[in-house]
C-alpha cells in the first residue's frame, strides 16, 4: 500500500493564481481531511470529508475549496492565492471520524509570492 | 484560550537522560487523546493513544490526567533517534461530530 499520497511536494504561485492540490488513499478509509501547519502552530482544519460525496468546513476554510467523487480522492483547490495561504499542507485519511489514528501524507509545501 | 497548549521546548538532553513533558488541554468533554511525532520537515505519525490509566510502549510513557486536564510523555534512556517534534493532539467535541485539536508541539533533542 502507498498510503497517503500528495502531489505536488513543492510549489510556488503568484497572488491571484488558482491551483488544486492532490491528495490520494488506497486504504479505503472513509474519513479525509485537509490541514495546515504554520510556524508555531498546530496542524488546524481546512477541509474534511467523511465519505464520497460529502465534505465539511473545517477550522479555517476561507479561500479553499475541496471535493470527494470517490472513496480514494480528496483535492484541495485554493481558489485566488494569497500570501496568508503560505503554509505547508497535509492530507489525511482515517477509518470512521475523528476518533482514530490520521494516517498522514508527506504533505505540499506552498509559497504565495 | 488555546484548545491544546504544549511548551515548546527545545528540550535538549544527552543520551541515556529522561525527559518529560506535558500538555493541557480546555474541553474538559474530550473524549480521546494522542501523541504523535514528527521528525523535521516530515509529516506526523501515530506515537501512541493516552489511555486513562496511563499506558507505555517501550521506553515511552503516557499518563493522563482528566481532574488538571492535561496529558504527559515520558521518555526514557533517550536515543539520539527520540530528536522529534511531538505532538499533543485531542479529540474535541464540535456541534455533532468530534475533531482533532492539534498541539503547537513540543521539540526535543537529543545529543551524542
Known amino acids: 500500500n502507498a498510503g497517503v499520497t500528495q502531489t505536488p511536494k513543492f510549489q510556488v504561485l503568484k497572488t491571484g493564481q488558482s491551483m488544486t492540490l492532490q491528495c490520494a488513499q488506497d486504504m479505503n478509509h472513509e474519513y479525509m481531511s485537509w490541514y495546515r501547519q504554520d510556524p508555531g502552530m498546530g496542524l488546524r482544519l481546512i477541509h474534511y470529508s467523511v465519505g464520497a460525496g460529502i465534505t465539511d468546513q473545517g477550522e479555517v476554510p476561507n479561500g479553499y475549496n475541496v471535493s470527494r467523487s470517490t472513496t480514494e480522492d480528496f483535492p484541495l483547490r485554493l481558489l485566488s492565492a494569497a500570501p496568508s495561504q503560505t503554509s505547508v499542507y497535509f492530507c489525511a485519511s482515517s477509518r470512521g471520524s475523528g476518533y482514530n489514528e490520521q494516517f498522514f501524507g508527506p504533505g505540499t509545501r506552498l509559497t504565495v509570492l | 484560550r488555546k484548545e491544546v497548549e504544549q511548551d515548546p521546548g527545545p528540550f535538549n538532553v544527552p543520551e541515556g537522560a529522561t525527559v518529560a513533558f506535558n500538555c493541557t488541554y480546555s474541553?474538559?468533554?474530550?473524549?480521546?487523546f494522542f501523541w504523535y511525532r514528527q521528525d523535521c520537515r516530515k509529516e506526523p505519525k501515530l506515537l501512541m493513544s493516552?489511555?486513562?490509566s496511563g499506558n507505555e510502549d517501550g521506553r515511552f510513557t503516557a499518563q493522563l490526567n482528566r481532574a488538571s486536564q492535561y496529558i504527559s510523555l515520558l521518555i526514557r534512556d533517550s536515543k539520539l533517534s527520540d530528536s522529534a517534534t511531538y505532538l499533543c493532539v485531542v479529540n474535541i467535541r464540535s456541534q455533532d461530530d468530534y475533531k482533532l485539536s492539534f498541539g503547537a508541539g513540543t521539540t526535543v533533542t537529543v545529543r551524542a
Open positions: 493516552v489511555y486513562s
Open positions: 474541553n474538559s468533554a474530550s473524549q480521546s
